[in-house]
């Protein structure tokens, strides 16, 4: 009986914690300027542009972390940093903002932590290693590490190895 009460009560324990994380914590506002309007995110962590929602909506899993904006041309470039859980902690957005308005890209990377962001021309180089989670085999993760991954974005869409990343 004893062993039955402990097993019920750490289910309930698990369970109320796997809520709680599922459910998400209020994050710290973020805001950044561009030449064209106020990215900010909010304690939901919804990216927004001047108040507006994206369509589609960009919520992050974690927390959303905004970079500096880079200009290219008639363009402010903001690469947006979605933190998430230990089987994939990193994904990222590229965000252009415009006159006319800002436009997100879908998510991509490798759910590894940049290892570089730089301008190249009109585009924009961002760099990380490959990535397998904790639950992989050792041999796995540590080959995942030693992969290169170059992510190019440029006139509005993001590509890897030449291919569009969807």
């Given at each position: 009986?004893?062993?039955?009460?402990?097993?019920?009560?750490?289910?309930?324990?698990?369970?109320?914690?796997?809520?709680?994380?599922?459910?998400?914590?209020?994050?710290?506002?973020?805001?950044?300027?561009?030449r064209f309007g106020l990215l900010t995110v909010g304690e939901d962590r919804?990216?927004?542009?001047?108040?507006?929602?994206?369509?589609p909506p960009l919520i992050g899993n974690n927390s959303l972390t905004l970079?500096?904006?880079?200009?290219?041309?008639?363009?402010?470039?903001?690469?947006?940093?979605?933190?998430?859980?230990?089987?994939?902690?990193?994904?990222?957005?590229?965000?252009?903002?415009?006159?006319?308005?800002?436009?997100?890209?879908?998510?991509?990377?490798?759910?590894?932590?940049?290892?570089?962001?730089?301008?190249?021309?009109?585009?924009?180089?961002?760099?990380?290693?490959?990535?397998?989670?904790?639950?992989?085999?050792?041999?796995?993760?540590?080959?995942?590490?030693?992969?290169?991954?170059?992510?190019?974005?440029?006139?509005?869409?993001?590509?890897?190895?030449?291919?569009?990343?969807?």
């Open positions: 009986m004893y062993r039955l009460t402990v097993a019920i009560i750490l289910l309930t324990v698990a369970g109320a914690g796997a809520r709680a994380q599922f459910s998400g914590s209020p994050q710290e506002t973020q805001a950044t300027r561009t919804m990216l927004l542009f001047e108040g507006r929602e994206f369509d970079g500096e904006p880079l200009r290219i041309g008639p363009t402010d470039l903001v690469v947006i940093t979605d933190s998430g859980g230990t089987g994939c902690p990193f994904m990222y957005y590229v965000v252009s903002v415009t006159k006319s308005g800002a436009k997100a890209t879908p998510a991509f990377g490798t759910c590894a932590e940049l290892t570089g962001v730089r301008r190249k021309g009109d585009s924009l180089e961002l760099r990380m290693t490959g990535f397998r989670g904790p639950f992989e085999p050792q041999a796995a993760r540590r080959r995942a590490e030693r992969e290169r991954h170059i992510f190019v974005f440029r006139a509005g869409v993001v590509t890897e190895n030449g291919k569009p990343v969807k």
